[in-house]
DNA sequence: CAGACGGCGCATCTCG
DNA sequence: CGAGATGCGCC
DNA sequence: GTCTG
């Protein structure tokens, strides 16, 4: 397919973010070509016909709003920091020559019509435009200037919008208003069915950590806190699935600070001034919360964000590929599939987390996680009954629900990790044939022995030939990631705590859901009894590092986060094998020493779901 | 005001 | 080919 | 995002 061929586009503002370097090699794998510098065309003299005819300019999305159907750029000094002065002088050739402008995510329409196809909406209309010159923009200074005028953050519309504009929020809306109907301006009314699927709302507490933290600090805090909670939690969010991590760290850190607040918040000023990881962003944030009842935009940013948290619920699919999809309009894992089968082809395992996306986006009851265990310990003894074994994770600090379930096994004085991995290889397969296990995540040259049907099967039902060659580990793993799940029913006593405690219920779309495992299971009323597939990771330690170990899988993650952040502070380093000191061992084998080493009482594991200091 | 923000295992990609 | 970068995973 | 040296 060479639909682009013959034709050269431009990129704004930049050829650097990852979701515009998609489109980018989408264009050139279609016979197009990437106009990077001025010299791009200059070389290549216009068309005698036609001029500059063949040459596209392409504009981010999020740079872009809708007046009176129009496309038009929303603020011109966003758009322009962000270009390079190579880009810049591109952008004052595209303005001189009255170069078709229009927004980026057509490429993706084009492509599923397969022709260039451009309406008068499409077209994006320069307005007010400072018109920079060269001259100026060529300096260094001025850059810095314009910059300072309204410190931007890429991507970052509406925080920005928030601090720097917070008297308008009509500006605001129409943009926001306008980003969630990209889809279906772009598509020009073809496409309609596109924008009706309704993506699934599930509960904003998918992680088990976060559930915990909130819902406890919820019960011991009606203190009227709740509402900046949560907000703080969505923005963390939205920050998290943007793959800002870090800047979702702060809203998270900050979140965890509002939640152990034990005052009521009455104005910004209290909360800057004593919680910590509020500074003035948030402050500001915190002011418009009060005054207003709300933040400006954020209930239709997290509705933006909705498609890719529904692709990063599942195994295998992370921030980058979420946001892939999502600039591309894929609104099902279905869509994803047809458009790139090399992806599940060749990452296979995105293919059990789709098929068990509903039942691991699921909690499990402690009193299954004790049988899971049962069933683990006695096939264990038969192989090897010296090797010892012990949940860590959740169950360990006691959670009353667990995302999945951890087992870390040890053999008293045996540092031998391989010799471990070999007992627990067999040990996973003799559980496989006995159909307890359903999948394992990586390969290994004899689980791949066993399971390779399994896979050819789940690629055929997805539609995909199986000619790919599919890599196997040959080192012997600290680790073994699986799904299993139990072949019961569930008791009439354990029942309660399912209904009592609904699971959290990530619901596939209604076509995604023919690749689901729940889907042959619950067609029947039996939906109650049978047990959901769990994620359980097996994980092999020294006998030396037991405690570091420990300490390590039994988290939570956050907790792990802080204690080596302490560590940092006195010049050391803390992993899941020990405490280090320029590279030499302080301690590893016993888990109190630990926290001894680094000054801080021992913290029982109930008590390590966030740091106390 | 620049730089850090946890640390590691595994698979894959990229580039010299 | 190997070193480093990237993406996703674990707590 | 905030905090630190």
């Known amino acids: 397919m060479a639909i682009f061929k013959g034709r050269s586009f431009i990129l704004f503002p930049n050829n650097e973010v990852s979701s515009i370097n998609i489109f980018e090699n989408l264009i050139k794998n279609n016979g197009g070509k990437i106009i990077e510098y001025e010299h791009d065309i200059t070389n290549a003299s216009p068309d005698i016909n036609y001029g500059y005819s063949h040459i596209i300019g392409l504009v981010n999305d999020s740079y872009l709003t809708l007046n009176n159907n129009k496309y038009e750029i929303y603020e011109n000094n966003l758009l322009l920091n962000e270009m390079d002065l190579n880009k810049r002088k591109l952008w004052e050739f595209v303005k001189k020559n009255n170069i078709t402008l229009v927004n980026i995510s057509s490429v993706s329409f084009w492509l599923k019509v397969k022709k260039i196809l451009i309406n008068q909406d499409n077209i994006i209309t ?29 991507g970052d519309i509406i925080n920005e919008l928030v601090k720097c504009n917070s008297g308008s929020s009509k500006n605001l809306n129409s943009n926001l208003n306008n980003a969630d109907n990209v889809g279906e301006v772009s598509s020009s009314g073809t496409l309609h069915g596109l924008k009706n699927e309704v993506i699934p709302q599930y509960n904003n507490e998918i992680e088990e950590d976060n559930k915990s933290i909130s819902a406890s600090s919820l019960a011991r805090n009606t203190n009227g806190n709740e509402l900046l909670i949560k907000t703080l939690d969505k923005l963390s969010k939205i920050h998290t699935i943007r793959g800002d991590e870090f800047r979702s760290r702060g809203y998270k850190l900050a979140k965890i600070s509002v939640s152990k ?16 990881h509020i500074g003035a962003s948030i402050a500001k944030k915190i002011e418009t919360l009060l005054k207003t009842g709300k933040l400006p935009g954020l209930e239709i940013a997290s509705k933006l964000e909705s498609r890719k948290e529904y692709f990063s619920s599942c195994y295998g699919i992370g921030p980058v590929t979420a946001e892939n999809w999502d600039s591309l ?9 047809k458009r790139f089968p090399k992806i599940f082809q060749h990452d296979w395992s995105i293919l059990f987390g789709w098929k068990y996306y509903e039942d691991w986006n699921k909690k499990i009851p402690r009193s299954e996680c004790v049988k899971h265990m049962q069933i683990i310990k006695e096939e264990l003894k038969l192989l090897d009954d ?5 949940i860590q994770g959740s169950f360990r600090r006691n959670r009353a629900l667990c995302g999945d379930i951890d087992i870390l096994f040890y053999k008293k004085e045996c540092d031998d990790i391989s010799d471990l991995y070999v007992v627990l290889e067999m040990l996973a397969i003799k559980l496989y044939k006995k159909k307890y296990i359903k999948c394992f995540l990586q390969l290994s040259k004899n689980i791949n022995l066993v399971f390779d049907n399994e896979i050819q099967t789940t690629l055929q039902k997805a539609g995909i030939s199986n000619n790919e060659f599919r890599s196997i580990s040959l080192t012997n793993r600290p680790k073994l990631f699986l799904g299993a799940k139990l072949s019961t029913t569930i008791p009439e006593f354990d029942t309660s705590l399912y209904t009592i405690n609904p699971e959290i219920d990530v619901k596939l779309h209604s076509e995604d859901k023919y690749m689901s495992s729940s889907v042959q299971a619950n067609s029947v009323s039996h939906a109650l009894e049978e047990y959901p597939c769990r994620r359980i990771d097996f994980f092999i330690c ?10 390590h899988y039994t988290g939570s993650g956050e907790f792990n986060r802080e204690v080596r952040k302490i560590a940092i502070s006195k010049g050391m380093k803390l992993t899941q ?18 926290f001894d080493l ?16």
């Not at 918040?265 to 001034?273: G, P, Y």
């Not at 309009?329 to 599939?337: F, G, K, P, T």
């Not at 010296?386 to 012990?390: D, F, N, P, R, V």
């Open 126 to 154: 320069i307005t007010k435009d400072p018109g920079l010159h060269l001259e100026e923009i060529s300096t260094s200074d001025s850059c810095n200037q314009s910059t300072s005028e309204c410190e931007t953050d890429i």
């Open 261 to 276: 607040y034990p005052h009521k918040i009455k104005s910004a000023k209290e909360a800057q001034e004593k919680i910590p």
């Open 329 to 337: 309009q894929i609104n099902s894992l279905n869509e994803a599939l």
């Open 386 to 390: 010296s090797i010892e074994c012990e």
């Open 542 to 551: 020294k006998w030396s590092e037991i405690g570091a170990s420990k300490l």
């Open 577 to 594: 094998h020990g405490l280090y000191q320029n590279d030499i061992l302080l301690e590893s084998f016993n888990e109190k020493r630990i």
């Open 598 to 613: 680094l000054d801080i009482p021992f913290i029982e594991p109930p008590d390590r779901q966030e740091l106390k200091f």
